[in-house]
């Protein structure tokens, strides 16, 4: 130590020396925390690997959320109605009905488990909107549509539909009028009606937001049937069954999703929506088959192509609408407040 150096004035520069070195510990320390928070939140991210090897799960623990929504009968609605003892069923709606009008078909596998009687009276490729706001002669197609089948039923008038279906080179269009002919709406007590995915297909509005009522948009079309069902025949329960799952064929026989393709007015699930708020509003019951019968994962199963069943999807769409008319069909006594 020189002579005129103080201990204070020898000691500082070891004093400043140990705080770079507290300094350097602590960055070192916020560096590591902050290096393993960056790492944990990157694993999180990344998630959990599934285990692929799906062989031993029992798949049918998993649930799935359906849009269905089974509606009771209003008792006063059946007020001064004489039952007679056995269910008849009018089956409305295209391809999942035509497709297959022997012991297979949709129609006879729903009377057989069900035990009930059930007119098919679905045509071919036909669809829930139809193509003109007001009757075009020169589209007569429109007649195996929705709206102009139940107009038929509502007049009790067959002439028209009739020529038009034996001109059509297709034998089922004149099959079905002939039953339609036989149906004594007096004794119907339900009415089935399924549309597959034709509307979709066909690039059918899903619905028009200025007209609820627009029979050319798909909503339209069914949302004024039921309304004129409801108002001939109001002791008849409706349901309305969805599209399965399907898949859209473009004009270059390239197969899509349904579920993802959108041609501009919304993929298939969205007219799932749309059509169960149909019945929603019409106060009917809907069956969601497109997430509760056939789906994306089994539809391979059950399908011929992108869009027709086989037998076993047949059978497996019978099983869901006579579950619900063996089980599920209830009578409420409506009540007003005084």
Request: proline share 4%; charged share 20%; hydrophobic share 35%.
């Amino acid at each position: 130590m020189k002579p005129n150096e103080t201990m204070e004035e020898t000691s500082a520069p070891k004093k400043g020396g140990s705080q770079l070195i507290l300094h350097l510990i602590l960055l070192a320390a916020i560096l590591l925390i902050a290096a393993i928070a960056v790492y944990r939140l990157y694993k999180w991210n990344q998630g959990t690997p599934l285990d692929t090897n799906t062989e031993d799960v029992d798949t049918s623990q998993f649930d799935i959320e359906t849009l269905d929504m089974i509606i009771p009968m209003d008792s006063s609605l059946l007020a001064g109605r004489e039952d007679d003892g056995e269910t008849t069923i009018l089956c409305l709606g295209n391809n999942p009905f035509s497709d297959d009008r022997g012991s297979t078909g949709l129609a006879a596998q729903i009377a057989s488990k069900t035990n009930s009687t059930v007119y098919d009276c679905g045509f071919p490729d036909s669809s829930a909107a139809c193509k003109y706001p007001i009757y075009n002669p020169e589209y007569t197609k429109d007649h195996f549509n929705l709206f102009y089948v139940v107009e038929c039923f509502r007049n009790n008038e067959f002439t028209a539909i009739s020529s038009i279906a034996n001109d059509e080179p297709d034998p089922r269009y004149a099959e079905t009028v002939e039953v339609m002919k036989t149906v004594d709406m007096n004794k119907v007590d339900i009415i089935i009606i399924m549309y597959d995915s034709t509307d979709y297909n066909m690039g059918t509005p899903s619905d028009n937001p200025d007209n609820p009522n627009d029979v050319t948009a798909f909503t339209g079309g069914l949302r004024t049937t039921i309304e004129n069902i409801k108002s001939t025949w109001p002791y008849i329960r409706i349901f309305v069954m969805s599209p399965t799952y399907a898949r859209y064929m473009d004009e270059n026989g390239e197969l899509h999703n349904g579920t993802t393709t959108d041609m501009g007015n919304g993929t298939l699930n969205h007219y799932l929506v749309k059509e169960s708020d149909v019945a929603m509003d019409c106060g009917v019951s809907f069956i969601d088959n497109y997430f509760g019968t056939i789906n994306e994962d089994n539809y391979e199963e059950y399908m011929n192509d992108h869009l027709h069943y086989n037998n076993a999807g047949r059978e497996k769409l019978a099983e869901r609408i006579a579950d619900i008319i063996n089980n599920r069909m209830g009578t409420v006594t409506s009540t007003t407040a005084e």
